[in-house]
């Protein structure tokens, strides 16, 4: 199955521009989260140019991305205020998700945090000095003080915790009403993945659980996580939740599930590959 917000094979991540700039270059512009796109959203396409400047915008910094399907690519931010060309509007990366195909959604993710990343490092945080960039990777550096600011990831752990042949399902406070998810929680310095969902089942529904099995992990810009999705089988207890973190959790079977996530989220592929693997279980046999 495609993985949306997977990195594709057509493209070639790079972060130092080619000497020689195209004449059509792919640009991904954003007014701080949202995406420069046409007026017309029937024809999802994104500005094809030299430069931003040829569509008459004015841009506070660019960088280039790489290769997506031999094109080079840059993003770019204008003013917070900067109003979109004429037949072009700024729109949230969400509202885009049925619109792009998932290498431009997966490029436009990687797009919008480098450029948050780029305009909140420009001094450093330890002395305030202003930082420049790097040539050799990714990353500013303070020339006073020698720190190295990397694009920021975070690290979220997600678990599917099943028990014969039901899956344990909780609704966050801010889930729409009948909504409900796997669980899922920041990692914390010091910790190892399986540490963490261990530690995170436990804290928010009282379980404790073994035979962790890695599934799948999945950049998610909103602002800069990076989901880490696991397997896992129940091992004691009974839930309890603290009513603020999870509203409710529950046992739900294989035949009498509630609504669930989205489909580009990864927590319902996790949820659809374990019920795919009870289901196959259920079958008599
Ligand atoms: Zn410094």
Same mark, same amino acid.
């Given at each position: 199955m495609r993985m949306p917000f997977a990195q594709p094979e057509d493209y070639a991540p790079a972060f130092a521009a080619p000497a020689q700039p195209s004449e059509r270059a792919l640009w991904f512009v954003f007014r701080r989260t949202d995406l420069l796109v046409p %007026? #017309? /959203?029937?024809q999802p396409a994104l500005p094809r140019a030299a430069h931003p400047s040829a569509l008459g915008l004015e841009v506070a910094q660019v960088q280039y991305l790489g290769l997506l399907g031999g094109e080079h690519c840059y993003a770019a931010e204008v003013h917070s205020e900067a109003p979109p060309p004429e037949g072009w509007s700024f729109q949230g990366l969400r509202t885009l998700f049925s619109l792009f195909d998932d290498a431009t959604l997966a490029l436009a993710g990687r797009a919008v945090q480098i450029i948050d990343w780029d305009r909140s490092h420009r001094?450093? $945080? %330890?002395?305030a000095t202003p930082t420049v960039v790097k040539t050799t990777e990714r990353s500013r550096e303070c020339p006073a003080c020698g720190i190295v600011f990397y694009p920021r990831l975070a690290p979220v752990v997600m678990c599917l915790v099943r028990r014969e042949l039901s899956i344990l399902l909780a609704r966050s406070p801010?889930? /729409?009403?009948?909504t409900y998810s796997a669980l899922a929680g920041f990692v914390e310095p010091g910790e190892t993945l399986e540490q963490c969902v261990t530690r995170e089942v436990m804290e928010e529904v009282a379980i404790s659980v073994t035979k962790l099995r890695y599934f799948a992990s999945q950049p998610w810009p909103f602002p800069h996580s990076m989901m880490i999705a696991f397997h896992a089988d129940y091992a004691g207890g009974e839930i309890r939740v603290d $009513?603020?973190?999870? #509203?409710e959790a529950r046992w739900f079977s294989v035949d009498a599930l509630p609504n669930l996530p989205g489909k580009i989220s990864i927590a319902r592929r996790l949820i659809e590959s374990a019920l795919s693997e009870l289901r196959d279980a259920q079958i008599p046999g």
């Amino acid at each position: 199955m495609r993985m949306p917000f997977a990195q594709p094979e057509d493209y070639a991540p790079a972060f130092a521009a080619p000497a020689q700039p195209s004449e059509r270059a792919l640009w991904f512009v954003f007014r701080r989260t949202d995406l420069l796109v046409p %007026a #017309a /959203p029937a024809q999802p396409a994104l500005p094809r140019a030299a430069h931003p400047s040829a569509l008459g915008l004015e841009v506070a910094q660019v960088q280039y991305l790489g290769l997506l399907g031999g094109e080079h690519c840059y993003a770019a931010e204008v003013h917070s205020e900067a109003p979109p060309p004429e037949g072009w509007s700024f729109q949230g990366l969400r509202t885009l998700f049925s619109l792009f195909d998932d290498a431009t959604l997966a490029l436009a993710g990687r797009a919008v945090q480098i450029i948050d990343w780029d305009r909140s490092h420009r001094y450093c $945080g %330890a002395c305030a000095t202003p930082t420049v960039v790097k040539t050799t990777e990714r990353s500013r550096e303070c020339p006073a003080c020698g720190i190295v600011f990397y694009p920021r990831l975070a690290p979220v752990v997600m678990c599917l915790v099943r028990r014969e042949l039901s899956i344990l399902l909780a609704r966050s406070p801010r889930f /729409p009403q009948s909504t409900y998810s796997a669980l899922a929680g920041f990692v914390e310095p010091g910790e190892t993945l399986e540490q963490c969902v261990t530690r995170e089942v436990m804290e928010e529904v009282a379980i404790s659980v073994t035979k962790l099995r890695y599934f799948a992990s999945q950049p998610w810009p909103f602002p800069h996580s990076m989901m880490i999705a696991f397997h896992a089988d129940y091992a004691g207890g009974e839930i309890r939740v603290d $009513g603020v973190e999870i #509203a409710e959790a529950r046992w739900f079977s294989v035949d009498a599930l509630p609504n669930l996530p989205g489909k580009i989220s990864i927590a319902r592929r996790l949820i659809e590959s374990a019920l795919s693997e009870l289901r196959d279980a259920q079958i008599p046999g």
